[in-house]
C-alpha cells in the first residue's frame, strides 16, 4: 500500500525556517518524481514544487522560488521541503504527492505549518 | 503562467442528477488535465488524468473530456457520497497550476 506520512510542521515566527519531510512507502521512491502541494485554510490547491526522481529536474512557483528548496533521499525514501524566511501567506496545510502515471496519483495527509508572531 | 477558470464555484443538485463542471485553460494544454476529488477534511483524490482516463478504483459515474483549452468532469448520477470540493489541474507547463475548486452540495 502506497503511503505518503508528512511532518516537521507547525509554528514558526515570520523570518524564521521550516524543514518539512515526507516519508513514503509501499512503492519505489526512486523511479517516482514528487511535489509538494500546499492549501491555506479555507482556500484552494497551490502547487509549490516538484523534483524528478533522480532529482534532475526540479520546479518552483513563483510565490516560493528562492525562498524554498525541495530535495529528496531516495536512500532514506524521504522527500523534504526546506522553507526560509517564511511569511504569513506560508500559513498553510502542505501536501507531498506522487507523480505516478498520473500527477498526484497518491497524497499525504498533510502537515500544517502556521507562521505567525 | 497559464490560468484555470473553473466554473461553477458552486453547485447544489439532486441525488441522480447529471452534473458538470467545467475548466479554462487560458492556452492550450493538450490533454494535460486532472480532476481532484477532496471531501472536508480529507486530503484530494485523484479523479481523472490526462483529461479522459479514469483513476483507478474510481466508480464510473465519474468522466471528463476535453482538449486544447476546455475540458468538463461529468458525474453521471450523483451520489450522497460524492458531496465534495472538485480541483481541476494543468500539468502541461510549470508551474503546474490548479483551478479554484467546485465545491458540490446535495440539494
Known amino acids: 500500500e502506497v503511503q505518503l506520512v508528512e511532518s516537521g510542521g507547525g509554528l514558526v515566527q515570520p523570518g524564521r525556517s521550516l524543514k518539512l519531510s515526507c516519508l513514503a512507502s509501499?512503492?519505489?521512491?526512486?523511479?517516482?518524481?514528487m511535489n509538494w502541494i500546499r492549501q491555506a485554510p479555507g482556500k484552494g490547491l497551490e502547487w509549490v514544487a516538484s523534483i524528478s526522481s533522480s532529482s534532475s529536474y526540479i520546479y518552483y512557483a513563483d510565490t516560493v522560488k528562492g525562498r524554498f528548496t525541495i530535495s529528496r533521499d531516495n536512500a532514506k525514501n524521504t522527500l523534504y521541503l526546506q522553507m526560509t524566511s517564511l511569511r504569513s501567506e506560508d500559513t498553510a496545510l502542505y501536501y507531498c504527492?506522487?507523480?505516478?502515471?498520473?500527477?498526484?496519483?497518491?497524497w499525504g495527509q498533510g502537515v500544517m505549518v502556521t507562521v505567525s508572531s | 503562467d497559464i490560468q484555470m477558470t473553473q466554473s461553477p464555484s458552486f453547485l447544489s443538485a439532486s441525488v441522480g442528477d447529471r452534473v458538470t463542471i467545467n475548466c479554462k485553460a487560458s492556452?492550450?494544454?493538450?490533454?494535460?488535465l486532472n480532476w481532484y476529488q477532496q471531501k472536508l477534511g480529507e486530503a484530494p483524490k485523484l479523479l481523472i488524468y490526462n483529461a479522459n482516463s479514469l483513476q483507478t478504483g474510481i466508480p464510473s459515474r465519474f468522466s471528463g473530456s476535453g482538449s486544447g483549452t476546455d475540458f468538463t468532469l461529468t458525474i453521471s448520477s450523483l451520489q450522497p457520497e460524492d458531496v465534495a470540493t472538485y480541483f481541476c489541474l494543468q500539468h502541461n507547463s510549470w508551474p503546474n497550476t490548479f483551478g479554484a475548486g467546485t465545491k458540490l452540495e446535495l440539494k
Open positions: 509501499g512503492f519505489t521512491f526512486s523511479n517516482y518524481g
Open positions: 492556452q492550450n494544454i493538450n490533454r494535460y
Open positions: 504527492a506522487r507523480r505516478g502515471a498520473a500527477m498526484g496519483d497518491y
